[in-house]
């Protein structure tokens, strides 16, 4: 659970970088207690990565949520025209890494279809895929992970993904190829944090 708590305020942190939200406010937006926040917070703090609740090291941040970021469980299928399914699909999903990358910024070429699903839909998913392709090695991958995934996720072209520091530590995860690809979100964030 620590890890999981640690993740999530990682990810508001990095979604809300302007040091403009209270300690508190963090606690709730990442469910868990103040307590944690602000042990957190002095432990990041410490690293020189935040003041208070502002990211002043925000490529630094990303690394570090990197380093600490649990494994999610997983699993692969070979789907026909995955896209249409997923917008076909009446249960929530998150993209990341190659597809939504391309769908935000086209760097990468999407040979994988990575999806986040939530926990109590992992049975409801592999039924759908189960009966649209086959089980195994293949072009879509459902990745099943903390609910908290979704935070600030957002729609592109009809498909939901995941918010761009998600993103980013998942295509740093992946490596090769998605490093360049997240090196290239990281400048273009580390721009907008600046003008905050």
């Not at 494994?71 to 299928?77: E, L, M, S, T, V």
């Not at 939901?160 to 530590?169: F, G, H, N, W």
Request: charged share 30%.
């Amino acid at each position: 659970m620590r890890g999981k708590i640690r993740e999530r305020i990682l990810r508001v942190l990095l979604n809300n970088p302007s040091g403009n939200v209270s300690r508190y406010w963090i606690a709730k937006q990442a469910s868990c207690t103040y307590p944690w926040v602000r042990e957190f917070l002095l432990k990041l703090d410490d690293m020189e990565l935040v003041e208070g609740t502002r990211v002043i090291d925000y490529h630094g941040l990303l690394r570090y949520w990197k380093s600490v970021s649990l494994k999610a469980k997983h699993r692969d299928y070979m789907i026909k025209r995955p896209l249409k399914v997923l917008k076909d699909a009446s249960l929530p999903y998150a993209l990341t890494t190659y597809q939504a990358e391309t769908l935000f910024q086209n760097y990468l070429f999407p040979s994988r279809i990575d999806i986040y699903v939530k926990d109590g839909d992992w049975k409801k998913w592999h039924k759908l895929l189960s009966k649209k392709g086959l089980v195994g090695g293949g072009n879509m991958r459902l990745l099943l992970s903390d609910d908290h995934v979704f935070y600030k996720s957002f729609e592109v072209k009809g498909l939901r993904i995941v918010s761009i520091p998600q993103l980013i530590v998942d295509l740093l995860k992946e490596g090769g190829v998605c490093v360049e690809a997240a090196k290239l979100l990281i400048k273009g964030m580390e721009k907008h944090v600046r003008t905050i």
